[in-house]
């Protein structure tokens, strides 16, 4: 897997000039935003920049558009503005735009458009929500009108509108890195609906905000099990894109290894991890658990004795979901942790995984805690 940055403002102290080197060997892609990366674009410049698929910001100072085309707002059945139902408690900071009107559309082509000619090689869509996702002021769920029927907006006919919008991105981008922020459990990863595997097609990454971190997530198969989010994983590569797992709320290097090794379990290779913990990601700390290569893929995943299980050429990883009990298993043979430890068994309780490597694998640096300023080639 590769490591990406999401470069939020807090990012900034360490794009001043002095870390470019290490970040062109360190970093695999960066998602940023304009215009204050069109100055750093010659320092790096493999990037997703930010574009949203339909929110209107409600302050105008750098959004005029709810004032220069109110059109474009969804509206409900009273004429009142909808909104995306996103940090709300003052009152939701984004209206709901019309995806399925024409010069909305044109308008952000057009916008990307001018991105590419600056330079920007990728573009991350976010909020690309097949699954309803309206609100009023509140944030209180409300039911759009749709302006082509004038009938209550109806989610088959959002998700097309938001389908024939990425496809429109797609043909007319073909050569642009495309990654959608996207809604992994809008539909069950077995779903045949047309839209979610078609918006999956028109991208490059899937961004799943919150990774295998995610508190949400809980044991089995169901809407929000630990094996439907794999199994959604499983179905981006059948779609012909890749992920990425970004966690938003691990507070221990417990937690970035559950993350990573749910990466290692789906991973076709070319899929992407990151965290917003800076303490493991900057040039100040960068972990070395983010550089873990176990070789080759010896074939998928699968159960080994209550845990979920993948070999490698030069090890094996092991998870176990969230909410199950401890699970001690006997390895076949004594293997390494990632700090270098020999092992005949391991324990892994609740939300914990383990990465382990053949005891001929000894060169591999150890991983159990944050490196300050490590230099590395790419992978």
Avoid at 106 to 134: C, H, K, Q, S
Wanted: proline share 6%; aromatic share 10%; with cysteine.
């Amino acid at each position: 897997m590769g490591v990406l940055v999401n470069a939020k403002s807090d990012f900034d102290r360490w794009t001043a000039g002095r870390h470019w080197a290490w970040i062109n060997q360190a970093y695999d892609s960066m998602v940023v935003w304009e215009p204050y990366w069109d100055s750093r674009l010659d320092d790096f410049d493999r990037v997703f920049v930010s574009r949203n698929a339909y929110a209107i910001k409600v302050e105008t100072t750098h959004d005029p558009r709810s004032v220069e085309h109110p059109e474009w707002i969804l509206r409900d059945a009273d004429g009142d503005p909808v909104y995306i139902p996103f940090d709300c408690d003052d009152g939701c900071p984004q209206y709901a735009a019309d995806v399925g009107n024409p010069e909305f559309r044109r308008a952000l082509l057009d916008e990307i458009a001018t991105l590419v000619r600056r330079g920007y090689p990728g573009l991350m869509l976010d909020d690309v929500n097949l699954d309803w996702r309206f609100s009023d002021e509140r944030g209180d769920d409300i039911t759009p009108i749709d302006p082509r029927t004038g009938a209550p907006l109806t989610l088959e006919s959002w998700q097309r509108y938001m389908a024939e919008f990425v496809e429109m991105i797609r043909s007319e981008f073909p050569d642009l890195n495309i990654m959608h922020n996207a809604i992994w459990y809008t539909e069950p990863p077995e779903s045949d609906n047309p839209y979610v595997m078609r918006q999956i097609a028109a991208a490059d990454y899937v961004m799943l905000e919150r990774g295998a971190t995610d508190p949400g997530l809980v044991e089995g198969t169901s809407k929000f099990g630990m094996r439907t989010f794999l199994d959604y994983i499983d179905r981006v590569h059948s779609l012909g894109a890749n992920v990425l797992l970004l966690d938003e709320t691990a507070t221990t290097i417990e937690e970035q290894w559950f993350n990573v090794a749910a990466g290692l379990l789906t991973s076709n290779g070319q899929d992407l991890v990151s965290t917003e913990d800076w303490d493991l990601v900057s040039p100040d700390c960068f972990w070395s658990g983010f550089t873990t290569n176990l070789g080759d893929a010896l074939g998928p995943r699968y159960d080994h004795e209550n845990l979920i299980r993948r070999d490698f050429t030069e090890g094996i990883v092991l998870l176990n979901e969230p909410g199950r009990d401890p699970v001690t298993i006997q390895l076949d043979a004594p293997m390494l942790t990632a700090s270098g430890r020999r092992v005949t068994s391991i324990t892994l309780g609740d939300r914990e995984a383990i990465v382990l490597r053949h005891p001929d694998t000894t060169s591999a640096p150890s991983l159990d805690a944050p490196r300050a300023g490590q230099d590395r080639s790419r992978r």
